[in-house]
C-alpha cells in the first residue's frame, strides 16, 4: 500500500536556528498538507498545499513557516527561527480528493 | 464552520467489554467523518471513514462506527476491548474548504485487565 514518507523521524533543534522538515506524498496524490500536534494535545492543520500554492493555512502559520514542492515529489515545510513552542510532531499528509487521506509517520520536532 | 467534538477524554473498560467513544459533528453539509488511532510515540492510523454511503461504516481491529444524522453522532465501538486497543482515539470532519481535517481534542483508551 503506498505511503507518505517523512524524514527525519526525529529533529533537535536549537532555539532560532532553521529547520527544514520532508515529506514525500503519494504520487498520484494531488492535495498536501501539515498538521501538527504538540505533545498530549490534539491534531491541529497548519497549511494546505494544491497546484503548487498554498490553499489555505491557519493562524499557527505565520511568517516563520514556509511550504515547497522542489521537485514534483517532496513536500517540505520550513521554520525559520524555530521557538521553544515550535516543539511538536509534524505529521504531512496528501490526498488524492474528498476522502483518500494519508497520513506520515510524523516528524518529532524538538527545539532546545 | 465545521467542527467534532469527543466526549470524554479519557474512557476506561475492562478488557472483554465493550468500547464506546463519544463523537459528535457540527457541519452545514454532509460530512466526511473519520476515525483515528494513535499508539504511542506513533502517527496516525486511519480505523474507518464515513463518506455518505452505508451509514454503519467497518473499519479496522473490530471497530465501526455508525453516522447518525438526527443526532449528529459518529460513535466508534467495538464489541470486545483488547488491551491492545489502549491507544488516543481522534474523530475527524473533513472541511470543504481544501478537504483538510479538523480533529477533535481525542479519547484516551484505557483497557484493564
Known amino acids: 500500500e503506498p505511503e507518505v514518507t517523512q524524514t527525519p523521524s526525529h529533529q533537535v533543534t536549537q532555539m532560532g536556528q532553521e529547520v527544514i522538515l520532508r515529506c514525500v506524498p503519494i504520487s498520484n496524490h494531488l492535495y498536501f498538507y501539515w498538521y501538527r500536534q504538540i505533545l498530549g494535545q490534539k491534531v491541529e492543520f497548519l497549511v494546505s498545499f494544491y497546484n503548487n500554492e498554498i490553499s489555505e493555512k491557519s493562524e499557527i502559520f505565520d511568517d516563520q513557516f514556509s511550504v515547497e514542492r522542489p521537485d514534483g515529489s517532496n513536500f517540505t515545510l520550513k521554520i525559520r527561527s524555530t521557538k521553544l513552542e515550535d516543539s511538536a510532531m509534524y505529521f504531512c499528509?496528501?490526498?488524492?480528493?474528498?476522502?483518500?487521506?494519508?497520513f506520515g509517520s510524523g516528524t518529532r520536532l524538538t527545539v532546545v | 464552520a465545521q467542527s467534532v467534538t469527543q466526549l470524554g477524554s479519557h474512557v476506561s473498560v475492562s478488557e472483554g467489554a465493550l468500547v464506546l467513544l463519544r463523537c459528535n459533528y457540527s457541519?452545514?453539509?454532509?460530512?466526511?467523518l473519520f476515525w483515528y488511532v494513535q499508539y504511542p510515540n506513533q502517527g496516525l492510523q486511519l480505523l474507518l471513514k464515513?463518506?455518505?454511503?452505508?451509514?454503519l461504516v467497518k473499519g479496522i481491529n473490530g471497530f465501526e462506527a455508525e453516522f447518525k444524522k438526527s443526532e449528529t453522532s459518529f460513535h466508534l465501538t467495538k464489541p470486545s476491548a483488547h488491551m491492545s486497543d489502549a491507544a488516543e482515539y481522534f474523530c475527524a470532519v473533513r472541511t470543504d474548504s481544501s478537504y483538510k481535517l479538523i480533529f477533535g481534542s481525542g479519547t484516551r483508551l484505557l483497557v484493564r485487565p
Open positions: 499528509a496528501s490526498s488524492d480528493g474528498p476522502v483518500g487521506y494519508t
Open positions: 464515513y463518506t455518505s454511503a452505508a451509514t
Open positions: 457541519s452545514s453539509v454532509p460530512p466526511y
